[in-house]
DNA sequence: ATGACTGCAAAGCCTTTGCACGCAA
DNA sequence: TTGCGTGCAAAGGCTTTGCAGTCAT
C-alpha cells in the first residue's frame, strides 16, 4: 500500500473522523495515482472493482482530504475538478492539458517555481497558492 | 467606445455574422472592462441597463468571440467560466482569485512568461496557450 | 447507545441544445 | 425571400444537500 494512504488514513483519524468504507475507498484510489483523477474516474475505477460507493461520498471525502491538505483540487478547465494525492516531500507540479484528447499530464519546474515565488513577494496580494495549467497538443494525433 | 468593440464587430463580420442585437450587446458589455467577466455578470449587467438578453445568446456570443480570438475564456475555478477581451498589442496577463470575497484581479509579469517561453520549447508537448492562478487574499477581511 | 458515515434521490449551478419566431441582408 | 440570430424552455453535466438507515466506536 503506498505510503501516502497509510498518512491519509492517519490523518484522518488524528481529525476525528471514522474510518468508513467509502472514504477508505477513496483514499485507496488516490493513493494509486500519483496524478489528478475527477470524482468520475474514482467512481468508476471503485465500481471496476466492485466496490460500489455513493457518489455523494465519493465528493464527500474528497472535500474532506482537500481541507485536511491531504490532496489538492486541482481545476484545469472543462467544467470538472480533479484531485490528487498531495505527498509529503513530493514535488510540487502542474498541469499541461491535451486539448485533442483530454489527456492530463504532469511536469515540474524549478524556474518557473521560482518565478512564481519572487513574483508573488512582489504582488500586494497573499498568494497562498499558485496553479499552471498549459493547454495544447500531447502529439496524439500523430500517426 | 472602446476600440475592441469596433474591433470585434468588424472581425464578426468579416467571419460572416450578421450584425445581431444580443451578440453585439455582450460585445459592447465586454468592451467597458478590462478583466473576466462571467456569462451571468454579462447578463445581469445587460439586464441592469434594460436590455435584456436571453441567457443563451449570452452563451453562443461568447463561444464565437472565443472561436474567432477576440476574447479569452479563463478559467479560475469555482466552475464558472469567465471571458475577456483580447486587445491587438495589449498585455498578456493572468489573475490572482482572493478565496475570501471572490474578486479576481490581473496581474502581468514578464519574468513569468520568460520562464513559461523558456519551459514550453522545453516540453515534449506543443503548448498553445498558458494560464496562471494565483490563489489567495486581496486583504479585503482587513479592516 | 450515540452520532458519524453512507447511499439514494432530489435539488442546485452553469452551460448547451431544440425549436419556432423574427430580423438582417 | 432566405436562413442566420434570438429567446424561451427543456435537457445535460457536475456537484451538493436532505434524509433515513447503517455502522464504527
Not at 474532506?64 to 486541482?74: E, F, H, N
Request: hydrophobic share 35%; net charge negative; charged share 30%.
Amino acid at each position: 500500500m503506498s505510503e501516502w494512504v497509510e498518512h491519509a488514513l492517519s490523518e484522518l483519524g488524528r481529525a476525528g473522523y471514522r474510518r468508513g468504507g467509502a472514504r477508505t475507498a477513496v483514499v485507496e484510489v488516490l493513493g494509486r495515482h500519483s496524478c489528478a483523477r475527477t470524482a468520475l474516474e474514482i467512481d468508476d475505477e471503485l465500481r471496476a472493482e466492485d466496490r460500489r460507493v455513493g457518489r455523494a461520498s465519493v465528493y464527500r471525502a474528497l472535500e474532506q482530504l482537500d481541507g485536511l491538505g491531504l490532496v489538492t483540487k486541482v481545476d484545469v478547465g472543462h467544467g470538472t475538478a480533479r484531485y490528487e494525492p498531495v505527498r509529503p516531500g513530493g514535488h510540487h507540479h502542474h498541469h499541461m492539458v491535451c486539448d485533442d484528447c483530454g489527456n492530463v499530464l504532469p511536469f515540474e519546474d524549478p524556474e518557473l517555481e521560482r518565478s512564481i515565488d519572487r513574483l508573488s513577494r512582489r504582488l500586494d496580494f497573499a498568494v497562498a497558492e499558485h496553479e499552471v495549467v498549459l493547454h495544447g497538443s500531447c502529439g496524439c494525433t500523430r500517426h
